[in-house]
């Protein structure tokens, strides 16, 4: 590489270094199945990759090395994380396109049992519910139109409707807390559950491949925060849902409950 760059153009080292550092980046990190060829490879390639762009810099003019250098630097370092960070955002999409008939199954689950309420339970939840209704077929809608398409255009669609289903079950379960009668307070606080787990599962992913700008704006619209309604959520389903998300996505582990609490605190849910 460093003698056709002595010997030929300048672009032409330009451009067989970025094609080097593309290969590299398209290159899939090893995990437990990698056998131990390819993992040796990986590290190779990607130490050369970084000693070519260390060295490259000893045979520039001093008034260009900076500028190359840091050009390099960053294709270097960022032409992997771009292309994992688009893969990640592909399979992401599809794990929330993946969630939606749960959604689905789950908001109607409820509706049938609201019918099972006595009349003063009913009326107390079914506000809430009647929202959550509508806002999830929309939801379901934007999350297919993001895995078709993700940009920032549909991403942001799914942020505003996420944050408004998040509102509604959360108010929703605060309601149903409300409830005096202990079995159609249980029924309520059932199907709300149902619902909040998942609606808990795409809020998580969805925060997964916005910025930290775009979730602090999400924030801004709560409502009702998460420490509110903290001790009336089904924590086992929760880190089942945990733990179907972290196979899906091939996640070293799954993030526990706790975890995810703090993580939603800190971010201003």
């Not at 689905?104 to 519910?129: E, F, I, K, R, Y």
């Not at 408004?164 to 307070?185: G, M, R, V, W, Y």
């Not at 059932?190 to 599962?201: L, R």
Request: aromatic share 8%.
């Amino acid at each position: 590489m460093l003698q056709l760059i002595r010997q030929h153009q300048f672009i032409a080292g330009i451009a067989a270094l970025w094609l080097y550092s593309a290969a590299v980046g398209s290159l899939d990190a090893p995990d437990a199945s990698s056998g131990k060829f390819y993992r040796w490879f990986y590290r190779f390639a990607k130490t050369i990759a970084g000693d070519l762009t260390l060295a490259f810099g000893k045979y520039l003019p001093p008034a260009a090395k900076a500028a190359v250098i840091a050009f390099f630097c960053l294709a270097l370092t960022f032409a992997p994380i771009v292309g994992c960070s688009q893969q990640q955002k592909v399979n992401v999409a599809q794990e929330i396109v993946n969630w939606t008939p749960a959604l689905t199954s789950a908001v109607n689950t409820a509706g049938s049992l609201v019918q099972s309420l006595d009349p003063p339970a009913a009326v107390v939840v079914m506000p809430t519910l009647v929202a959550i209704d509508a806002l999830s077929p929309q939801l379901v809608a934007a999350a297919k139109t993001y895995l078709a398409n993700p940009n920032q255009t549909s991403v942001q669609l799914l942020q505003a409707l996420i944050v408004q289903l998040q509102n509604n079950t959360n108010t929703a379960l605060l309601n149903a807390a409300k409830i005096t009668n202990p079995d159609s307070q249980r029924k309520a606080m059932t199907a709300i559950n149902g619902i909040s787990t998942i609606v808990n599962s795409l809020l998580a992913l969805i925060e997964s491949v916005s910025s930290k700008q775009q979730v602090a704006a999400m924030s801004r619209d709560v409502t009702v925060h998460l420490a509110q309604v903290r001790s009336l959520l089904d924590r086992e389903s929760m880190q089942l849902a945990a733990n179907r998300i972290s196979a899906d996505l091939r996640l070293n582990r799954p993030v526990s409950v706790d975890q995810y609490f703090a993580l939603q605190a800190q971010a201003g849910f």
